[in-house]
């Protein structure tokens, strides 16, 4: 048996195939080999995959083994989300298996995917060039299963595991029903007797029994009383349970969203998350709550129903049933155009949302521009092409709807016709064929509801497809299986070791090397897009490395529970954000539990305590959405006193003074320091001059560290950090030129027009 190269990894190829070696035959030859490294609940796992000559084999973390013979249609297809890959099996349509690995075995996970790619070309008999063509369509991006997954009507079968908790309830709900149905259908039967021993008697000369009379009219009333009755007790129960299943469905969904990755949000509009967590699971709510009850009470007394008819004359059943298979056609039909059509609705009315969402946050710089009627046309043009899709799916609706109508309506004159041929020759009596007759209006009746009941259950359809679209997301940022405890607080060491990162297929960071002491402050420079901020990201774990490893305290930090891990990381952004609510529960926002006492000593510590008791109710101030009402300043040193009342010991800074002004940053710049004691410390800063304190300043480039030292160091040393000093000190000595020259202008103009106008000179008043 031939073994291939190593991957690179410890071990290499031949450790991971040596996991194998009891399941390979002896005429196999190993073409390539690749370890999946996460579990389906994304922990860490020990898996791998190997290709042979003749099969696929999977091994997983369990022990638990699968394979797949080669087929010219089998398809391995490879998706990433910036620290997670997916590898999905498909043959053809059919998605066979998956599995998800960390991005550091990408490389062999794409080598497996070629040679499979060769291997299928080779069994479909196409020449051998052409099996290197990418397995994902040749384009090198990940799909977007999310675009390309037409709804199905059977996803609306996975709300089920949100009707677990409510089994009793639903029990009873259906039983509820079925009896409900059974009473509505015993008035029809009771025409019988009615009519063949009370009424066509009387017309033939007997008396009226008046006990029977009221027997029969008796039994009438009750089952009425009796259908209203258990239908109510039925509708309010199901309501109460849909309701609830609606309130786990978007409670869940909103929960799932929180713990998905940041480049998640980076690929959505806030409208169309909001759209789904609103409209949808609203729509899929009153499907639960009125619709899909409906369609229970609609199938049970269909069913009922036509067993009754067969009980009572099964030549005349079979005519009442011949309009069912063409209106069974026509839905059919339908069907895949509304499923189809209520998704694309579903996705332009998110477009509608996402000009709202986009629109109202920002209405000062709309105003500031006077883009008011830009913005209008804009929500006109949304609006206008929501209307246009709606006109499309109408039309066929429209027509649909009386078709069925028809049909049901052609469907009774056959009984009649029928059903008075058989009274002529005595085969059935008048009795019988008015229970038809009522008995068909009900039949028929909840026929064209089911019909109608298609357009809302493929809008829940499309609308759960949404949903789902978000709970199957999983985050590249798994939790570990055995999580390291934080004891106490952490000391701040942080160790880089041959860090690399990739987003897709860019790689951004690579081979970073370097040790943080704690309480270091370190000083992050760099041209933009150097991979400043990716690195940051990566410390906060907002991402998870493709390559190498982050330890802190000596432990990579993906064996520390996320939220756990983060909890000792404070984070103050170059645009700080605040909620809407009071000063003092923005402040507290980290820390809820904050008494007000630690409240206003993290705020004297940001030097925010001042300009907050100026405020008109102080600490229980409001600020509007996103801080709106307080400059700039005063938002970021809020957000400076909220990262200081958790007590970090790992502190980034993201260009937090690069948005104010000079005095504004002394300011803040003295809470800073407050901040930073005793603190290990990442302070990225476009304003080179704002990180002479650091201890060290790390200058990279391209996603490489060019320099490390502290600044008199480096600027002795005339490297990289030198230039983008000198850089920046001429764009300085240019701006203040510039605005000398301009003052010098504005000081010649004004002397020349005191010359032009003495009498200006000795009345300088006069103009007001």
Partial sequence: MQTPDPVGAPGGESALAAGFEGRLLVSENVLAVAPVDLSADLRFADGALLLSTQRLLARGAAGERSEWPLTAALELRLHDHAGVGTAELMDGAVRLARWRYTLAHQPALLRLQRRLAQQARRLAGLPEAQAEEGANGGDGEPLDTELQTPPSTWVLLRLGRFARPYRTQLIWGFVLTLLSTAATLVPPYLTIPLMDDILIPFQNGQAIDPMRVVLYLGGLLLAALLGWGLGWARTYLLALVSERMGADLRTTTYEHLLTLPLDYFGGKRTGDLMARIGSETDRINVFLSLHALDFLTDVLMIVMTAAILVSINPLLAVVTLVPLPFIAWMIHVVRDRLRTGFEKIDRVWGEVTNVLADTIPGIRVVKAFAQEKREAERFRAANRYN??????????????????????????????????????????????????????????????????????????????????????????????????????????????????????????????????????????????????????????????????????????????????????????????????????????????????????????????????????????????????????????????????????????????????????????????????????????????????????????????????????????????????????????????????????????????????????????????
């Fill in 387 to 768: 209307l246009q899709v709606n006109d499309r799916l109408n039309r066929t609706w429209s027509l649909f709807t009386p078709s069925v109508s028809l049909l049901t309506e052609i469907g009774l004159l056959v009984v009649w016709g029928f059903g008075i041929w058989q009274v002529a020759r005595g085969s059935i009596t008048v009795g019988v064929l008015t229970a038809f007759i009522a008995y068909i209006g009900r039949f028929y009746t909840r026929l064209d509801s089911m019909s109608r009941i298609v357009s809302v259950t493929q809008k829940a359809a499309a609308g759960a497809k949404r949903i789902f679209d978000i709970l199957d997301h999983v985050s590249n940022v798994p939790e570990p299986a055995n999580p390291v405890r934080i004891e106490g607080t952490l000391a701040g060491r942080i160790e880089l070791r041959h860090l690399g990162f990739r987003y897709g297929s860019r790689t951004v960071i690579r081979d970073l090397q370097l040790t943080i002491e704690p309480g270091e402050m370190i000083g992050l420079v760099g041209h933009s897009g150097s991979g400043k901020s990716t690195l940051v990201n990566l410390i906060c774990r907002f991402h998870d490395v493709s390559e190498g490893a982050i330890l802190v305290d000596g432990h990579d930090i993906r064996r520390y529970a996320v939220a756990d891990f983060r909890r000792h990381v404070g984070l103050v952004l170059q645009e700080p954000f605040l909620f809407f609510g009071t000063i003092a529960q923005n402040i507290a926002y980290g820390k809820p539990e904050a008494t007000r006492e630690e409240i206003v000593a993290a705020a004297r510590a940001a030097h925010a305590h001042d300009f907050i008791l100026r405020l008109p109710h102080g600490y229980d101030s409001l600020v509007g959405e996103r801080g709106q009402g307080l400059s700039g300043g005063e938002r970021q040193r809020i957000s400076i006193a909220r990262a200081l009342l958790i007590d970090p010991r790992i502190l980034i800074l993201d260009e937090a003074t690069s948005a104010v002004d000079t005095e504004t940053e002394k300011e803040i710049q003295k809470a800073l320091d407050n901040l930073v004691q005793g603190r290990t410390t990442l302070a990225i800063a476009h304003r080179l001059s704002t990180l002479r304190k650091a201890d060290r300043l790390v200058v990279m480039d391209r996603g490489e560290i060019v320099e490390v030292g502290p600044h008199d160091a480096l600027m002795a040393r005339e490297g990289a950090y030198w230039r983008l000093y000198q850089a920046q000190q001429r764009q300085a000595d240019d701006d203040e030129g510039s605005e000398g020259a301009a003052r010098e202008r504005a000081a010649v103009a004004t002397l020349a027009a005191l010359h032009a106008h003495p009498s200006h000179a000795a009345h300088p008043a006069g103009d007001a």
